[in-house]
Nanobody, 122 residues
Framework: QVHLIESGGGLVQTGGSLRLSCAAS????????MGWFRQAPGKEREFVAA????????DYADSVKGRFTISRDNAKNTVYLQMNSMRPGDTAVYYC???????????????WGQGTQVTVSS
């Protein structure tokens, strides 16, 4: 497994931007698919974005496509989620996850961070 720590959450106004970071530790980190999920109060955890080991394959949820960008720096053991044009509906706890297979299914990821709160005010 990989140990993950998210940072960068906070309060932002509608239309604003935030960048989340996920620092990973573990000898085989760079071999994992990296994903971002989010969970709003009273809702299930949902897929946001995922990136392959090389960065050549990227997937986004329709709700964030064109606004969010996932990237990774394997040399720094860090994955990022740049969030632009944010909306109140983006308010959630955001989780970084690592797994062996690129998927939108959260149960296929075997390592999770503790989450970071993102709040978008209207």
């Amino acid at each position: 497994q990989v140990h993950l720590i998210e940072s960068g959450g906070g309060l932002v106004q509608t239309g604003g931007s935030l960048r989340l970071s996920c620092a990973a530790s573990g000898r085989t980190w760079s071999s994992y698919i990296m994903g971002w999920f989010r969970q709003a109060p009273g809702k299930e955890r949902e897929f946001v974005a995922a990136m392959s080991r090389s960065g050549g394959s990227i997937d986004y949820a329709d709700s964030v496509k064109g606004r969010f960008t996932i990237s990774r720096d394997n040399a720094k053991n860090t994955v990022y989620l740049q969030m632009n044009s944010m909306r109140p509906g983006d308010t959630a706890v955001y989780y970084c996850a690592a797994g062996p297979i690129s998927s939108r299914l959260r149960n296929l990821y075997d390592s999770w961070g503790q989450g970071t709160q993102v709040t978008v005010s209207s």
